[in-house]
């Protein structure tokens, strides 16, 4: 990676095991309260608080598989799988992922892509990205999560749009490549961003290197996140 977006990874470490830390506490009293509620008897509270505890375990998951593959990533002992993937079918694998979430929340989750569309790139590493950002979209969406793809420039652009309230000012003003200053109170870190890009710039053909962009410009109305990734 760019010396320009290297980060001290024992940062990186400390913000992320406290977001770990805050998620863990959540899923504690979470089931502290489905344990409570199942002596009552109330399977629609035990519905919601297992839906918080699914959110929670994946939240912690997606943060420590982004380490993990940030730290192999830095340590350049990770190798890009490439393979031609149909992505159309892959957005539908990364939505049926969430499907027990977004039926909870009686959230629709679209795909929007030509069904012959097929591009090379690495699937596992890639479908991290995509699961985060929907897992952070669940959180905040009202109705509709949307998962689209396209061509353009001869580069696939990937983007994942919601219907709630954007993104904070502070996360659109941070560049590309590079975490946020860890807010404790709110549990942000700017890791899940940090690992979005270097899995973007892992994709990389002579010159041109994957990226991610941020927008509030949703056709939705609320957040866009976009992965834009180079023939391979």
């Not at 010396?3 to 979470?30: G, P, Q, R, V, W």
């Not at 929907?134 to 919601?162: C, H, M, P």
């Amino acid at each position: 990676m760019n010396n320009k977006n290297e980060l001290d990874f024992s940062t990186l470490l400390a913000s992320a095991a406290h977001d770990m830390k805050n998620s863990l506490s959540m899923i504690i009293t979470t089931i502290d309260h489905i344990s409570e509620t199942v002596k009552q008897e109330s399977p629609t509270s035990v519905d919601g608080s297992l839906n918080q505890l699914r959110y929670e375990a994946k939240r912690v998951n997606n943060d420590l598989m982004s380490l993990l593959t940030l730290y192999k990533v830095e340590g350049e002992k990770i190798a890009l799988h490439k393979e031609l993937n149909s992505v159309y079918d892959f957005l539908d694998e990364q939505l049926l992922y969430h499907q027990a979430s977004l039926r909870y929340a009686n959230i629709e989750g679209i795909v929007e892509c030509d069904e012959m569309l097929e591009w090379v790139f690495d699937a596992n590493l890639l479908a991290g990205v995509i699961n985060n950002v929907v897992n952070n979209a669940l959180r905040y969406t009202e109705k509709t999560i949307q998962l689209s793809a396209g061509i353009d420039d001869g580069q696939l652009l990937i983007t994942i749009e919601d219907d709630g309230p954007g993104y904070p000012p502070a996360i659109l003003e941070t560049q590309p490549g590079k975490t946020a200053d860890a807010n404790f109170k709110t549990g942000s870190t700017g890791l899940g961003l940090y690992f979005s890009q270097a899995i973007a710039e892992a994709h990389h053909s002579n010159e041109q290197k994957g990226y991610i962009t941020l927008s509030n410009e949703s056709r939705l109305g609320g957040s866009v996140f976009t992965i834009c990734l180079p023939k391979i």
